[in-house]
């Protein structure tokens, strides 16, 4: 009788090498683990940004108020005797019908249990319904309790979430089947090659778990990310100014300045050609300056908020009507960039200047009294650690703020990658979207203190006067510029309620359009895509509640209503400005130095000679450009 073949694993002829260079690797980034981590003790180690004592208050109060109501108890305790009939019976009878037990199921937009095996497998059904009625168990428990304020409660439900989504059976080989069923298959090398992973992600965020979710090889700023042709034409210490190339014979008159938000980096909005909204707005006619702002170091600790708007938007003012000979612009703010451009339209209409001709706010906040989930890290306590924090190290490390922001979404921002990266094995694949997110930026303590505590701490932004910078009190009614105000109804870092409201408070009209997807793709939303779609309502005067319910629901992308918006303030046309063609001559090419990390060049001693542009189009030289002038260029900050 001839014998069985053995069961062939899939890709057992790469076990030596993938288990080879596993260890290797291993190896590699746990050696220098260990060394980093003995050099950082004997410095006595790396600040913690996190207050233990913000986190325990709450939970603190939160275990007393239960502890004094013997009918929140027994109403938990009948609940879970309940819980437990239910999930008891739904397994006998699930037995007897051989259907699949259905006594809870996931929330919408809970990707962890779609594995079929979750659904088909009695084992791992029980395991998920089980969980499912747990988690939803406890957060009845935080509701239930009375006399706890609204923020303690929140921080509680929040910090509570994020330990039930910890403990989650999709996090552990033995209780998802797509990872036992991989590790059976492999024979552990996922997990050899998971452990590689992990050690790999330490080393390389020195010390602290950052994971890799994307392919840190496949995007190149310059190469396929931030490329859309231009030069920096003006540099300080807190940003450089990049005007870009026009592809167009004719362009509106007045230019379109664009102010970034400077935690993460600008090319958010210039990710690779097709899903570039500046390579949009230049091929719609506009000459596109954008603010790329440094990557703070320790010499920056005292660049406060009106640092950021003196140095930035009000230079850039300066700095364009040199360029083109143009006093006249329009400006886009995203996200704190927006908030800044409020600031700075409020500053200058308190000093009669009008250069301004309008305003775009994506997913921009004025008002503070709702910022979503964002609050659980407001609170005096958390903020005066991180001012401890910011004291010492002279900023905020990106990495903190990517950890709080990870936090609010952590099913899809940090146990996904965990279980991609570490149970199964996996290479993360190629996202420009989530490469972006992880390139992260400091921030200056001074500009830090003074925004958590004025904008999200003591909401002073929307007081007229409550605010004062640079010496003017500022006062957002005194804005009369329109404004165009996006805004993403999925968003959790600025809810697009809290930037209605905040709309409300500038003085011109305001066009308000909200789009589809959340904080990042309801503002880049090319209209190649189709995707999301938008809403908007011309009446004035409503809630955000009767807002919605009366808005218009619209196909596709809001950007070419926001192109049709715009032109109306575009002030005419004249032929296209070329970068270098007006007095400021050319520093070096887009996307600069700042956004590379690297040291900023010194200005050129003289104008070079026009340089060659490609263009869809033949690019007329401007009639009005002026002769060659020295640019004076302040020596920028070192750049770490």
Known sequence: MSKKPVRSFSGSDEEPHVVRKSLVSAGVHGSRLITRSVLRRLKGGRPSPVSLKSVAKPFLRFGTRFATQPDAIITAQMRLMQNTAILSGGAVMSLISREPMRVAAPEKGDNRFRDESWTNVAYFNILKQSYLMSDRWLKDIIEDVRGLDDHDRHKVRFYASQVTDALSPSNFVLTNP?????????????????????????????????????????????????????????????????????????????????????????????????????????EKGHTVFVISWVNPGKEHIDKGFEDYMLEGPVEALDAIKRATGESEVNTIGYCIGGTLLGCTLSWLAARGDERVKSATFFNSLMDFSDVGDLEVFIDEDQIKKLEKVMKKQGYLDGTSMAAAFNMLRANSLIWSFFINNYLLGRETPPFDLLYWNSDCTRLPGAMQSFYLRNMYLENRLREPGGITLDGTPINLAQVKVPAYFASAIEDHIAPWTSCYKGSRYLGGPVRFVLGGSGHIAGIINPPFQHKYGYRINENDGLSPDEWLTGAEQFEGSWWPDWVKWAEQFGGGEVPARIPGDGELPIIEPAPGSYLRNQPAPKAPAAKPEPRAITAKTTVRKPATAKSPQRQRVRKPAKVN
């Open 178 to 282: 797509e990872v036992l069923r991989t590790t059976v298959n492999s024979r552990g090398r996922n997990l050899l090659k998971g452990f590689a992973n992990f050690l790999r992600d330490l080393d390389e965020a020195d010390g602290q778990l950052s994971f890799r979710m994307s392919d840190p090889d496949a995007f190149e700023v310059g190469r396929n990310l931030a490329d859309t042709p231009g030069e920096v034409v003006y540099q300080n210490d807190l940003m450089q100014l990049i005007q870009y190339r026009p592809t167009t014979e004719t362009v509106h008159r007045r230019p379109l300045l664009v102010v970034p938000p400077w935690i993460n980096k600008y090319y958010i909005m210039d990710l690779g050609a097709k899903k570039s909204f500046i390579r949009y707005w230049v």
